[in-house]
């Protein structure tokens, strides 16, 4: 894996200089005014917050200084993403406070899953599911410019028009419906089976956001789930099948078969879609490597979370990051937060540290881990259909 990294760090800086250099291809960075984002917690800017009560302090602590929706000590990858197109971080669709949704809006919720959940969030998946999220987004396009026509206050807080054709679509989801499996304790080879309906839903939710003249979608695959806290501590898996560096590798061969799937799908959309610029975005490969050679990247104990309470990997389902608990008549913070969250990759068993978002952000920007390998402001470039390999 650390040769397969290194060999998408070098092809990717040769594809750029031969991106500036070639003058068949054209060197000025894209137009986004707009992000629109679909996702789980990996991307939700407070949607599961707004509807289902605030993740709790220490969530937040590194960089907005208070908890702020998200499921981290400070920014997500999708604030990375804003930040370098220099647009403002997303606010949450379902966040009526505060919001602003001038450059777009994030639809994205913590627990989402593509497969509408048959679970209540009680006991599983969040209930806004990726259909559910287009829903949202195909209701926001049309009542926003309603709203937006009547001036005012509304003019600032809704986006223009013609920001819908212009904007960066982001997807990072698929995690929730394989570890939903898991759940429902069904077999490896069960979640595989269930795997080809789930990327047709993916697909058609695509084609919905293109049907509304979308153009550039920007797509995650999921991540090494076999090397998070919350499935090694939740899950029995044979300690013959846990990898050098201490992963569990039957989840993370189902995430691998699931993303050689998404790819697939996403090759099929290409050519369903002629007019869109789809960039497949390798996250796998970097989480991985991130997490496999942590001390190499200025990280330690890359399978312990800094959030938590207790256990080998500091992770305790029924005391999550933030949890509180009445001590002689005194409420206190007994899952709390390690010293140096700048030293950690995981936060809190299942999402990962600012420290961690902010480095595998710098791993993508530049297209090393992306199909076609065109970097983020160049993501409203085609491929040539004709030489997809």
């Known amino acids: 894996m650390e040769i397969q990294f290194q060999r998408h760090v070098i092809f990717g800086a040769v594809i750029w200089a031969t991106t500036l250099l070639s003058p068949?291809?054209?060197?000025?960075?894209?137009?986004?005014?707009?992000?629109?984002?679909?996702?789980?917690?990996?991307?939700d800017t407070g949607g599961l917050s707004a509807a289902f009560g605030?993740?709790?302090?220490?969530?937040?602590?590194?960089?907005?200084?208070?908890?702020?929706?998200?499921?981290?000590?400070?920014?997500?990858?999708?604030?990375?993403?804003?930040?370098?197109?220099?647009?403002?971080?997303?606010?949450?669709?379902?966040?009526?406070?505060?919001?602003?949704?001038?450059?777009?809006?994030?639809?994205?919720?913590?627990?989402?899953?593509?497969?509408?959940?048959?679970?209540?969030?009680?006991y599983g998946p969040s209930p806004v599911s990726l259909d559910v999220q287009s829903v949202e987004f195909s209701d926001f396009h049309r009542r926003s410019q309603?709203?937006?026509?009547?001036?005012?206050?509304?003019?600032?807080?809704?986006?223009?028009?013609?920001?819908?054709?212009?904007?960066?679509?982001?997807?990072?989801?698929?995690?929730?419906?394989?570890?939903?499996?898991?759940?429902?304790?069904?077999?490896?080879?069960?979640?595989?089976?269930?795997?080809?309906?789930?990327?047709?839903?993916?697909?058609?939710?695509?084609?919905?956001?293109y049907n509304q003249g979308g153009r550039t979608f920007w797509i995650h695959n999921t991540g090494p789930v076999g090397?998070?806290?919350?499935?090694?501590?939740?899950f029995f898996v044979n300690p013959a099948e846990y990898n050098k560096y201490g992963c569990a590798s039957p989840f993370n061969d189902v995430a691998q078969f699931f993303n050689q799937r998404l790819?697939?799908?996403?090759?099929?959309?290409?050519?369903?879609?002629?007019?869109?610029?789809?960039?497949?975005?390798?996250?796998?490969?970097?989480?991985?490597?991130?997490?496999?050679?942590?001390?190499?990247?200025?990280?330690?104990?890359?399978?312990?979370?800094?959030?938590?309470?207790?256990?080998?990997y500091n992770y305790n389902l029924h005391e999550k990051c933030g949890a509180k608990k009445t001590i002689n008549g005194k409420e206190v913070v007994i899952a709390n937060s390690c010293n140096d969250p700048t030293t950690k990759i995981n936060w809190d068993g299942t999402h990962f540290t600012e420290a961690a978002n902010k480095w595998i952000f710098r791993q993508i920007v530049n297209g090393a881990f992306s199909d076609p390998p065109n970097p983020l402001d160049m993501a409203c470039q085609r491929r040539n259909i004709k030489n997809r390999v």
């Not at 629109?36 to 991307?43: A, K």
């Not at 090397?227 to 939740?234: E, G, Q, T, V």
């Not at 290409?270 to 942590?294: C, G, H, N």
């Open 227 to 234: 090397c998070l806290p919350y499935i090694l501590d939740r």
């Open 146 to 209: 309603i709203y937006r026509k009547k001036g005012e206050i509304f003019e600032k807080m809704l986006p223009r028009e013609e920001f819908f054709s212009q904007a960066l679509y982001t997807f990072d989801i698929g995690q929730n419906d394989l570890t939903a499996g898991y759940k429902l304790n069904m077999t490896i080879e069960q979640i595989k089976a269930y795997v080809p309906d789930v990327l047709v839903q993916f697909s058609n939710v695509i084609k919905n956001v």
């Open 54 to 122: 605030q993740a709790p302090y220490p969530n937040g602590e590194t960089y907005f200084r208070t908890p702020s929706g998200r499921y981290s000590d400070g920014r997500l990858i999708i604030d990375f993403i804003a930040e370098s197109l220099r647009l403002p971080h997303l606010s949450a669709f379902l966040d009526s406070v505060g919001s602003n949704f001038s450059h777009g809006a994030n639809f994205a919720t913590a627990g989402s899953t593509i497969r509408p959940p048959n679970m209540t969030i009680q």
């Open 263 to 312: 790819k697939e799908a996403v090759v099929q959309l290409e050519k369903e879609l002629p007019m869109a610029a789809i960039t497949y975005v390798d996250i796998y490969s970097v989480k991985y490597t991130l997490i496999t050679r942590a001390k190499k990247y200025g990280f330690e104990k890359p399978l312990v979370a800094c959030c938590g309470h207790g256990g080998k």
């Open 24 to 43: 068949s291809t054209c060197s000025k960075p894209c137009y986004f005014p707009a992000i629109f984002n679909f996702g789980d917690s990996n991307s």
